[in-house]
């Protein structure tokens, strides 16, 4: 099946839950404009209970334009599996960076997508370009811009995903993970997330799945 990641998750009941459901992974938000973002200590303690939840989740901080040194420190001392990299970070800081790490690229055209494949490393982001934002911005993109990079790199699906669109989305594209926060959240209540709307964006990554292996 596709993985499933539930980003900017603040608590560690909200990380348990999710992980309990079927979330192959949990974001942990650290850029300071974020609604969404966690001290370090929080961190480390929505991490633990992600990782008490299942050995096998995958834990990944949210970060931009940090220094080498800091992502290094940040990822051993919030008990992080990876970094999710959304600032100006170069090819070389990436590099240094992998395994446990990949970058996070905003697609709004085909130079965006040329951008996104020059970066080093299996795994890569894909998120909406929105002016202004990093991301986390709740709006789409042409999904038909990443169908080929899907083929050659392992990429999570990210931008304005939600129960009514990620079964289409994994269906044209079909991604290797699918990132959701706002689509799984309580309305007006960033980072905080309905654990039925969780359910059912996870149950509609298997349906997929199923339909595909032709199984009733």
């Not at 539930?6 to 942990?28: H, K, M, P, Q, W």
């Not at 609604?35 to 992600?50: K, L, N, Q, W």
């Not at 709740?138 to 990079?149: E, H, M, N």
Request: aromatic content about 4%; proline content about 3%; hydrophobic content about 45%.
């Amino acid at each position: 099946m596709v993985h499933v990641k539930i980003c900017g998750v603040r608590t560690a009941e909200d990380a348990r839950g999710c992980v309990v459901l079927g979330a192959s992974s949990i974001g942990i938000n650290f850029v300071p404009s974020s609604p969404r973002s966690v001290d370090v200590g929080t961190a480390r303690e929505i991490a633990r209970a992600a990782h008490d939840a299942s050995a096998t989740c995958v834990v990944v901080g949210v970060v931009a334009d940090l220094s080498l040194e800091a992502m290094r420190a940040l990822r051993g001392g919030a008990g992080l599996d990876c970094l999710q990299l959304h600032g100006a970070e170069s090819h070389e800081v990436v590099a240094a960076l992998l395994p446990h790490a990949y970058k996070a690229v905003r697609i709004g055209g085909a130079a965006d997508v040329e951008r996104a494949r020059a970066y080093p490393g299996e795994h890569l982001l894909v998120d909406a370009r929105v002016e202004g934002l990093l991301g986390g911005s709740g709006a789409t993109f042409d999904w038909s811009l990443v169908k080929a990079l899907a083929r050659e790199r392992r990429i999570t699906l990210a931008g304005g995903l939600t129960t009514s669109n990620v079964a289409q989305a994994i269906r044209e594209v079909e991604p290797y993970c699918v990132d959701v926060a706002s689509g799984v959240e309580v309305p007006g209540r960033p980072g905080e997330k309905d654990l039925a709307k969780v359910r059912a964006f996870i149950d509609l990554d298997r349906t997929v799945h199923f339909d595909k292996l032709g199984v009733n």
